[in-house]
């Protein structure tokens, strides 16, 4: 399995970015995914997760009614919507994929079997 994020980038404070995660050698059947982001000195968080299975979406206060996620089973793609970028919201953001998770662990990172690389998102004024 492989899991590729792309999609970051600079953006100005306000403005939107929509990132994308590929996974391959995985059917969207049944999954878990996950994005989390890692600011510089602090540690990773989840960000928004869902669990197909569970029916189920995580959303980080501080992201609620600004992102969302998706999943286009068809492409084996997931995208996360970013709306209103704040400064805090800079990070190096990562997307995990998992056959299911239960919800209590969908923003546990150890729950996660794949991971990317990371895709870094910077904003500013």
């Known amino acids: 399995v492989q899991v590729v994020e792309s999609g970051g980038g600079w953006v100005q404070t306000g403005g939107s970015l929509r990132l994308s995660c590929a996974v391959s050698?995985?059917?969207?059947?049944?999954?878990?995914i996950g994005w989390f982001r890692q600011a510089p000195g602090k540690a990773r968080e989840a960000v928004v997760c869902a669990s197909s299975g569970e029916g189920t979406t995580y959303y980080l206060d501080s992201v609620k009614d600004r992102f969302t996620i998706s999943v286009d089973k068809a492409q084996n793609t997931v995208y996360l919507q970013m709306n209103s970028l704040q400064p805090e919201d800079t990070a190096v953001y990562s997307c995990a994929a998992d056959n299911s998770i239960i919800q209590s662990d969908l923003g546990r990172m150890a729950a996660y079997d794949y991971w990317g690389q990371g895709t870094q998102v910077t904003v500013s004024s």
């Open positions: 050698g995985y059917t969207f059947h049944a999954y878990a």
